[in-house]
């Protein structure tokens, strides 16, 4: 072998082992620490709500009818709008009516000459029967007729006052205050006393929800009719708050079919949120946890193990076991933090228990001591 091919194997020999020699040298490099946020548990006393489908339903109804036949004259209300009690609606023409009366007035009348005449006649007729002057039958003819005048001037006045309430009737006016419907019947048309449908009006001021529960929450819901609590009212689907309602009416028995119970609650309805026939999410106070934890509920994580939360003490992730005893929005009520813990949230993605993390406040130096510092195992969550 030449002495040039030697000397080439001895370089590349040599440079091989520099090169191992500078890779086992080679430090390790540690993770950057993860920069977080902290969230302070927060204590306040928290009430469990459960959600149910109601129906909204007006706590009164009224089909307008009318009292008295005839043709429909005028309508005096926006259809869809909101009318007054005592407010005038409808209006019948009046001139069939106002003849009644003044027939009614005119028999009164005579029926009335004719019982003074019979009367006068009685009091004649008094001292002659007494002397024998006309027969006793006669006097007794007289007293008869006389009466019969008395009772045909009543009957009359009855009539007159029938036909006067008939002339009433002619003006239709809103028995309740609420919300009307569309008129069912347009000026125009003949209606018939008893018989004829012109409109109805729903009492919306306030307003009932109705809803039906399980037989298990019978207690609650006993319990937030006795102490008056709020039960907010939501748009079933997008969660908006419509109204705050109170219970009402508990059933006075189970549903033996659906072993569920029938609750009213009561709306102000102020707003005009709710309406008649509308589908709405009622939220049963079912438990009040006094000095409740709470949290953001994505602050709460589950494991193999249950759930638990992210606490960072000297900037090195640990994790901490806690109950969680429901969720009600964005907040998670919890048991089992010590107080005043902070808590990491948001949670990043590459978050670990033994991590080193970056506390809000540290400075440049700190971030650059944590990077020296870090260390590289993993451990895996609970």
């Avoid at 009046?94 to 009367?119: I, W």
Wanted: glycine content about 8%; proline content about 7%.
């Amino acid at each position: 072998m030449s002495s040039s091919r030697l000397c080439l194997q001895g370089a590349l020999a040599l440079f091989l082992a520099l090169a191992l020699s500078a890779c086992q040298k080679a430090p390790h490099g540690a993770p950057p620490p993860l920069s977080v946020q902290l969230v302070q548990v927060k204590t306040q006393d928290a009430v469990e709500y459960r959600a149910f489908l109601a129906t909204v339903t007006p706590l009164q109804t009224v089909t307008l009818v009318p009292q008295t036949s005839g043709i429909l004259q005028t309508q005096s209300f926006v259809q869809g709008g909101k009318v007054e009690r005592g407010q005038v609606l409808f209006r019948i023409d009046p001139a069939q009516a106002q003849a009644s009366v003044a027939q009614a007035a005119a028999k009164l009348a005579a029926d009335e000459a004719t019982a003074r005449y019979q009367g006068r006649l009685v009091e004649q007729d008094a001292p002659l029967v007494a002397k024998d002057f006309i027969t006793r039958q006669s006097y007794e003819q007289a007293v008869s007729q006389a009466q019969a005048a008395r009772a045909a001037v009543q009957a009359d006045r009855a009539a007159l006052r029938q036909a006067q309430l008939n002339l009433g009737y002619t003006v239709i006016r809103a028995p309740i205050a609420g919300t009307i419907g569309m008129a069912l019947v347009k000026p125009g048309n003949v209606v018939t006393a008893n018989q004829t449908q012109l409109a109805v009006i729903n009492q919306v001021h306030p307003i009932a929800i109705n809803f039906q529960i399980p037989q298990g929450l019978l207690a609650a819901a006993r319990t937030a009719q006795r102490d008056a609590l709020p039960l907010p009212v939501v748009d079933e689907k997008t969660g908006a708050s419509l109204a705050t309602a109170h219970l009402r009416v508990v059933d006075n028995g189970v549903q033996a079919a659906t072993a569920t119970v029938r609750l009213q609650a009561e709306a102000d309805n102020d707003n005009d949120a709710l309406w008649p026939g509308q589908y709405v999410e009622i939220r049963l106070p079912v438990r009040r946890v006094p000095d409740a934890q709470t949290l953001p509920t994505g602050a709460v994580q589950q494991g193999q193990s249950g759930n638990f939360v992210y606490l960072a003490p000297g900037g090195t992730v640990r994790v901490q076991k806690v109950e969680l005893l429901w969720e009600d929005g964005p907040l998670a009520v919890i048991r089992g933090l010590p107080a005043r813990s902070a808590v990491v949230y948001p949670v990043p993605a590459r978050i670990y228990p033994g991590a080193k993390v970056l506390l809000p406040g540290a400075s440049a130096s700190d971030r650059a001591d944590g990077h020296r510092s870090g260390g590289s195992g993993h451990e895996g969550r609970p």
